[in-house]
């Protein structure tokens, strides 16, 4: 899987660029001493939706705020000093319709035509609306034959004319375009354990399986941090700009801190329709791969959330980290300080970039 549009060329400096519904974050990759590393980053969050729903960068109803994204990133480009032209740029899951399908074996040229074929069979869209994308993650034995497994991503031409609008705008050049899940299995499933990664946004909630560095099965809940920032807004009676403030001072600490509790508890119904969901998915993917889940990643700005890995590991019983993708890029000296939150908020913007480094 390449990516619509991408073309392997040297490896040089790009931008890896994750337009979320209300943030947009940035990371500058490059190669410093032959070591692939992070050179520049960006983080832009808008509060707005916090107190109006209806604001936000992008919808899942295919809309994307094209003049306002185009804005911001030309602001956050000037004032972050960024010296590449090259963007990678993700597209979030409400935006893709995703798929396996199980083939026989057969030449890649024979794959690649028959999977063009079945697409039509799976995808709810006109098979002329939409582009395709693929990648063979692994074989399986049916009824003693063994097949080959495909990971079939189609996006709707309406998605990438905006992404190409927005960068046109901007005048950047639009190199890549890839599911973001895609970029994080890549960055943070290529440990021996199958995983479950959970990236945890502000307007939704991405549940991946991967293996082997590949995305296998997903999927997804509205509930994310801005419903625990609603959540907590309401049990206490106070406004959303309190709340979230709270939040992030406070977090979950107060399950293990009776002078927090109250506050901690509010947002437990939320994280427990997330985590049905996790489970339901880790269920599919045990029952799919007979592998069992080893471990659960945290990753997006949600993951930041105070005390939330001890919560997590307790209610599913896995061990669970957050996102540390400095296992595969190199992070400056002076910003090591910020690895852990920078880990979470930016894996996806460095996932994209990772393919391009190998």
């Keep these: 899987m390449n990516g619509i549009f991408s073309k392997f060329t040297s490896p040089s400096d790009h931008l890896g660029i994750d337009i979320g519904t209300t943030s947009i974050k940035i990371a500058e990759v490059g190669l410093e001493k032959g070591v692939v590393t992070l050179k520049n980053y960006a983080l832009f969050e808008t509060l707005g939706h916090l107190e109006r729903s209806n604001t936000a960068l992008q919808t899942s109803t295919l809309k994307l705020f094209e003049d306002e994204i185009a ?96 960068f046109n705008l901007v005048g950047l050049s639009l190199f890549s375009l890839e599911l973001e899940g895609v970029s994080l299995a890549r960055l943070l499933g290529s440990d021996q354990k199958p995983a479950l990664i959970i990236d945890l946004g502000s307007r939704s909630t991405s549940l991946l399986a991967v293996k082997d560095g590949s995305l296998r099965l997903m999927s997804q809940t509205d509930y994310a941090g801005s419903s625990l920032t609603v959540s907590l807004a309401s049990g206490l009676g106070i406004n959303v700009r309190r709340a979230e403030d709270l939040k992030r001072q406070k977090g979950l600490s107060g399950l293990d801190n009776p002078a927090d509790r109250e506050l901690s508890t509010q947002m437990l119904p939320i994280l427990s329709v997330i985590l049905g969901e996790a489970k339901r998915l880790r269920e599919r993917f045990e029952s799919a791969y007979s592998l069992p889940i080893g471990q659960i990643i945290l990753t997006g700005n949600g ?24 296992q595969s890029i190199a992070l400056r000296e002076d910003l090591s300080p910020l690895s852990s939150e920078l880990g979470a908020s930016l894996s996806v913007a460095l996932g994209l970039t990772a393919k391009y480094f190998k």
């Design 71 to 166: 804005s911001y990133l030309r602001l956050i480009i000037r004032r972050a000093g960024f010296n590449a032209r090259e963007a990678i740029v993700s597209i979030p899951a409400f935006q893709a319709f995703t798929t396996i399908l199980d083939l026989p074996q057969m030449s890649q040229e024979d794959a690649d035509r028959t999977i063009r074929f079945k697409a039509e069979q799976y995808i709810p869209l006109p098979i002329n609306s939409v582009a395709l994308d693929w990648v063979k993650v692994g074989e399986k034995l049916m009824d003693g034959i063994k097949t080959d497994q495909y990971f079939l991503i189609s996006y709707p031409n309406e998605v990438i004319e905006h992404y190409k609008k927005i």
């Design 303 to 326: 993951a930041n959330l105070i005390g939330l890995e001890k919560y997590i590991g307790r209610e599913l019983g896995l061990e669970v980290h957050r996102a540390n993708p400095w």
